[in-house]
């Protein structure tokens, strides 16, 4: 089998976790999510082990509507879609609706106070659906069609500069992630409109200690911030814990990754490179009412690395030793995602016969989201197996029309 169940004892750990009066923060569903006793394993996830229903949306494509391939910031919630430019500082956002009619370009970079100087972080706020900008002094707050609503200045006391957005917790208060190279003892900081720090989230002894031993900037000391349904979540540093924070500034012990004896620490990262079997999150953490979705840099430990190929040349193999990973919330399994074929990287799309799935972003009312360059979507639908539906929308298409956006409804 490609996957691992929790084991008795650690169950017999969570118990004893769930039932202590001085934790008070840790609540009864805490879950340990094996990621050691998966190492080894792995399986091929069909897409309709999640979802039901697959539908392919053309982006309308016009001169003033163009868009390349973005990186990471694909977001689709009510109703509309906020696809990055392809640019160095991916600045803009080309906004569409559900059924791919381009609606506007929002761009306010620049040095005003109404503007972002580099877009860090990008948001949409669960309950008004405003847009949330992190810049490197401030978080710039639009509504959902980019009108200009606040700007709230960071803190002087730290560093919240980084690659991941903020929070707006209610209509006065906002969570912010903390740029760890200033060496601070916080994982994230809860301030005011005014910018009054109103509370600290503390960072983990074993971060603290593990960024001693590097002794200079690396993604793997800071924390790592994503949301369910509005309400955030917080992975700090590399000890494997997801804790939720409420709007009362109280924590609740969610998740603990179990990395067992591959757990990064202070005593081995000095000595690792990609031959080291130790393991660390890599890039996002999404999550859906039965799901947790990682990526998982698991360096010598990939018993399937990923092929990939260059993403300068297009014409060179790449190995990479990553793998993406599901846990299911309700069972408690965790599943290592063996990739289905060579340059495709996800779940078989059995639903509607295109290439393989990974979701970009997963919406508050259970969307999975990503998209197919248009001249892979031509090329995709000449293979035998693809629906009906998946070559109709491929007539359709020019080789240099916008991306077709994959929406995948989970169950």
Known sequence: MGYKKIYPAIVCIAMLFSCSPKDEG???DLKFIDVEGAIGSGRVVKLSELSNEIKYIP????EQTIVGNPGRGLIYENGLIYFPEKQATNSAIKIFDKDGRFIKRFDRQGRGAQEYDVMGGMRIDFESGNILVKSMTKTLEYTALGEFVRSIINPDSVDVFSYNSTFKLDHNRYLLPINMARKTEY????????????HKIDYPESGRALLAALGGFTSIQDSYLFAYKGVPRIMRAQDGEIISISKDFKTDTLYILNYGKYKITADNVKGMNNQSPLIHRHLNIMESEDYLFFLFNLRSLAHKPMVTLAKQTLDTEVIQPLSYALFNKKSGIFTLV?????????????LGGGPAFWPEYISNDGYMISYIPALDFINYSQREGCSRDFKKVASTLKETDNPVMVFVKLK
Do not use: F, N, R, W
């Open 26 to 28: 840790v609540t009864s």
């Open 187 to 198: 994982s994230a900081i809860i301030i005011d409109s005014t910018s009054h720090i109103l």
């Open 59 to 62: 982006l309308e494509t016009a």
């Open 338 to 350: 063996d990739q289905p074929e060579k340059y495709e990287k996800g779940m078989v799309d059995d």
